[in-house]
């Protein structure tokens, strides 16, 4: 009941935004609405491994990127309300309304128990994150909608070409459910070769989401124009629909012979995103692309931790975690650097730490957390990814990982230095608006939460990624 309360409140405060375009009502709904998405994973938490309404179980992967939606979904309102703050009250309308809805269809597509339910809640991110895509209303901003749109239906139609193969696997009345607790029973009797086809439409499909190769390059736009608080939502929550979609699917395949064709293909992705963001990181000339590039990075390497298995299952998932809040952070300060700055382009920026020092700090933490150099978390998951390929003797993977980790590393840790220490090379760039320094109190918070977890995982955290991982093979 609390769930079907939920959505049928979070649909008619998104509607409700668009009629009545008074930003004092908006900014009030869309605050309320934060604290129902909050009272929502509370909720989750407290049924764990419940089922309701019969489409939507708490799993325990559901409910932990639930909790990173909630969290995240505070900051985003934050920085979001300065963003549109001077924007007409139609377009402040919409764009709250749009923001409503994403944050509604993520949540559905977390804890969706079935393969038809994430595919309708997909489509629907889709929808909600075009409008907030082409907020700007710039010529670059409607192209990288209309490609996103593009792309991401293409990708949810292969997506759908999938779902019907893994309907071919399944009999009688299952067929227009396919639950995954239905597929579960029936994935290691099918026939291995609709699993393989299956699993490749459903992967290159949702890659769109997660913004894996091959499929990356609509997403790399997407982030670039997008306002910098939806990129923090499109490189991390977002992103992280696609990896649930593609993780739900891989662990019903799992215990079927075709889970070394899987790893393969999860692995060679993984490796070709990482040498896709390190070569285009050397050569990064926007900031925000840098990010963007970098999100592929990770997901990268979450792929890789999949593939290789073992314990890199455990570093996976905490690496999707800690990723969330790093890069969030960083798009948010990224948005702040665009004030004090006037641009996005590289060449034009520099001389940041004197111009806000508060501001520079955080990139200079950001940079530390993304890069996984102590104490950042995502050390912790880098180092454990690398523990599994030396347990299980991918020695060939280890050493084309680390060789373009250093080229990211490179990369990321240049172009961020020349922000904050050097001159910039177009001497015309002028300050263009102060930043209070408040304002960014909550990446400071973010990347202490990041730094924390490298010194002290909470039991309630390894406890959730263990179960999780518990059913894969070992």
């Not at 309320?32 to 909720?43: C, D, K, N, R």
């Not at 969706?112 to 075009?130: P, R």
């Not at 961020?416 to 300050?431: A, G, K």
Request: net charge positive; aromatic share 14%; with cysteine.
């Amino acid at each position: 009941m609390f769930l079907l309360l939920f959505f049928i409140l979070s649909i008619s405060i998104a509607l409700s935004m668009v009629l009545h375009k008074n930003k004092t009502i908006v900014k009030a709904m869309t605050i309320i609405f934060g604290f129902m998405e909050l009272a929502l994973a509370i909720y989750c938490w407290l049924h764990v491994g419940e089922t309701k309404l019969e489409y939507f179980t708490f799993d325990k992967l559901g409910v932990l990127l639930l909790s990173i939606l909630s969290l995240l979904s505070f900051t985003t309102i934050y920085h979001g309300f300065i963003y549109v703050k001077d924007e007409t009250p139609k377009r402040y309308a919409i764009y709250h309304s749009a923001l409503v809805a994403l944050i509604v269809a993520m949540s559905g597509a977390y804890l969706a128990n079935g393969m038809i339910a994430v595919w309708i809640f997909v489509e629907a991110t889709t929808l909600a994150v075009a409008a907030l895509i082409y907020h700007d209303r710039t010529a670059l901003s409607l192209e990288a909608t209309w490609k996103y749109f593009f792309v991401c239906s293409i990708g949810i139609a292969l997506a759908y070409i999938g779902i019907m193969f893994l309907g071919l696997t399944v009999n009688g009345n299952r067929i227009l459910q396919l639950s995954f607790d239905s597929l579960s029973q029936t994935a290691i009797q099918a026939n291995p070769l609709y699993l393989k086809i299956a699993f490749i439409f459903i992967f290159v499909g949702y890659s769109t989401k997660m913004g894996l190769f091959p499929m990356h390059t609509v997403t790399i736009d997407a982030h670039t124009v997008s306002p910098p608080p939806i990129s923090a939502f499109i490189s991390t929550t977002l992103m992280n629909v696609g990896f649930i979609a593609i993780f739900r699917v891989y662990t019903l395949f799992s215990s079927t012979v075709i889970l070394t064709f899987m790893n393969n293909l999860l692995i060679l992705s993984g490796i070709l995103s990482l040498l896709i963001a390190s070569g285009y990181m050397l050569k990064a000339k926007h900031n925000k692309r840098m990010l963007a590039y970098s999100s592929l990075e990770n997901m990268g390497i979450v792929a890789i931790a999949i593939g290789v298995g073992g314990i890199g299952y455990y570093a996976a998932i905490l690496h999707i975690v800690l990723h969330s809040l790093t890069k969030a952070g960083l798009f948010y300060q990224m948005g702040q650097s665009y004030k004090v700055m006037g641009t996005y382009q590289l060449d034009d920026s520099g001389n940041y730490l004197k111009l806000y020092p508060a501001g520079a700090i955080v990139l200079m933490l950001g940079l530390i957390c993304i890069t996984a150099i102590p104490p950042s978390g995502l050390f912790i998951s880098e180092f454990l990814l690398l523990k599994a390929m030396v347990n299980n003797g991918n020695y060939f993977y280890l050493i084309i990982t680390a060789i373009l980790l250093c080229f990211v590393l490179y990369a990321l840790t240049t172009r961020v230095m020349h922000i904050l220490f050097s001159q910039p090379r177009n001497p015309e760039i002028v300050t263009t608006k102060s930043i209070n320094p408040i304002q960014t109190i909550s990446q400071y918070i973010l990347f202490g939460i990041v730094i924390y977890i490298c010194f002290n995982q909470p039991a309630v955290l390894v406890d959730f990624i263990n179960g999780i991982v518990q059913g894969l093979p070992k």
